[in-house]
Antibody, heavy 130, light 105 residues
Framework: QITLKESGPTLVKPTQTLTLTCTFS??????????VGWIRQPPGKALEWLAL???????RYSPSLKSRLTITKDTSKNQVVLTMTNMDPVDTATYYC??????????????????????WGQGTLVTVSS | EIVLTQSPATLSLSPGERATLSCRAS??????LAWYQQKPGQAPRLLIY???NRATGIPARFSGSGSGTDFTLTISSLEPEDFAVYYC???????FGQGTRLEIK
């Protein structure tokens, strides 16, 4: 059974750096094809994808936030860490981590990567305020 | 950058009715489109992946179709628990649409 849980501060001050940890179980981030992503959701607003790290340590970032984000993994601890610098009140949101599954091979042997998240953490609300 | 546009923003229907939600991409995303359901205070739940494949445990009343730039999520007969917000997501930059709120009429 795959589970993920986010942890970190509930309140940060403007200009500070946010560090969030995603602790997961039920899969290994050393398994080929697997990834863990971060998504956030401001109160009453839509989902926004932030970052994704793959089993091979390849990383992807939202173009609009790339300069402020860093995603890392600790395979031995089953954790993924997201840091976001220079926090602002507009960054107030619920932050989710989620599992990106490996893709599949069809009968011809063609590999189809997955581009979705099948398991999500419960989310953690981060408020940015002085 | 590919942008997803969902319509309508709000859909008001009654239980038992058919719901049709649309997601349009600004450029082709092939069949790499997913749909999620989110209820208040809960994390999103994967419904459909690769445009038309139901995720594990998702009832058959949910179906997805489309490819390229135009996609549809259909709920054949609404149950009370289906009233929620629905998001589509595409592969290019993993971005989401702005959501469609499905509310009880």
């Amino acid at each position: 059974q795959i589970t993920l849980k986010e942890s970190g501060p509930t309140l940060v001050k403007p200009t500070q750096t946010l560090t969030l940890t995603c602790t997961f179980s039920g899969f290994s981030l050393s398994t080929s094809g697997v990834g863990v992503g971060w998504i956030r959701q401001p109160p009453g607003k839509a989902l926004e994808w932030l970052a994704l790290i793959y089993w091979d340590d390849d990383k992807r970032y939202s173009p609009s936030l790339k300069s402020r984000l860093t995603i890392t993994k600790d395979t031995s601890k089953n954790q993924v860490v997201l840091t976001m610098t220079n926090m602002d009140p507009v960054d107030t949101a619920t932050y989710y981590c989620a599992h990106r599954p490996l893709g599949y091979y069809d009968s011809s042997g063609y590999y189809y990567p997955s581009y979705y998240f099948d398991y999500w953490g419960q989310g953690t609300l981060v408020t940015v305020s002085s | 950058e590919i942008v997803l546009t969902q319509s309508p923003a709000t859909l008001s229907l009654s239980p038992g009715e058919r719901a049709t939600l649309s997601c349009r991409a600004s450029q082709s995303v092939s069949s790499y489109l997913a749909w999620y359901q989110q209820k208040p205070g809960q994390a999103p739940r994967l419904l459909i992946y690769d445009a038309s494949n139901r995720a594990t445990g998702i009832p058959a009343r949910f179906s997805g179709s489309g490819s390229g730039t135009d996609f549809t999520l259909t709920i054949s007969s609404l149950e009370p628990e289906d009233f929620a917000v629905y998001y589509c997501q595409q592969r290019s930059n993993w971005s989401f649409g702005q959501g469609t709120r499905l509310e009880i009429k």
